[in-house]
């Protein structure tokens, strides 16, 4: 339904890879991503053909005149890319952000759903 798509993870830059968690049920997929350090507003989400792509980056603020004699984490940037099955309903997800995970609703399509057949006795 969904697979982690290397090949369109842009080189120009290095990025963290964000680890996800994925579930299915009988009407879509949640998506958990761990951004931690990422705000709203330094988080790209985009879906182009059928690859979603979540991209954010971590700000730190440093006082005025101070710098950083190390750090751990090399690259503040997170990156990781998905295509999805034809099944899912790129027009329809949804996004929430909440201390540091990332949640993506992405629901099936209609015909893609399951749907019950009622069965009429005689």
Do not use: C, W
Request: proline residues 5%; without cysteine; aromatic residues 2%.
């Amino acid at each position: 339904m969904i697979e982690t798509n290397p090949s369109t993870v842009r080189r120009i830059e290095a990025a963290l890879i964000p680890d996800v968690s994925v579930i299915e049920d009988a009407e879509g997929i949640t998506l958990h991503a761990d951004l931690p350090g990422v705000a709203k507003e330094n988080l790209n989400l985009q879906v182009e053909a059928d690859v979603l792509t979540i991209e954010g980056a971590v700000v730190f603020s440093q006082p005025d005149g101070m710098a950083a004699i190390h750090t751990e984490v090399e690259s503040p940037r997170y990156r990781r890319a998905f295509t999805l099955s034809r099944e899912l309903d790129a027009e329809k997800i949804t996004a929430e952000l909440a201390q540091g995970v990332l949640k993506l609703r992405i629901p099936k399509k209609d015909h893609a759903q399951l749907r019950r057949i009622a069965i009429d006795l005689h």
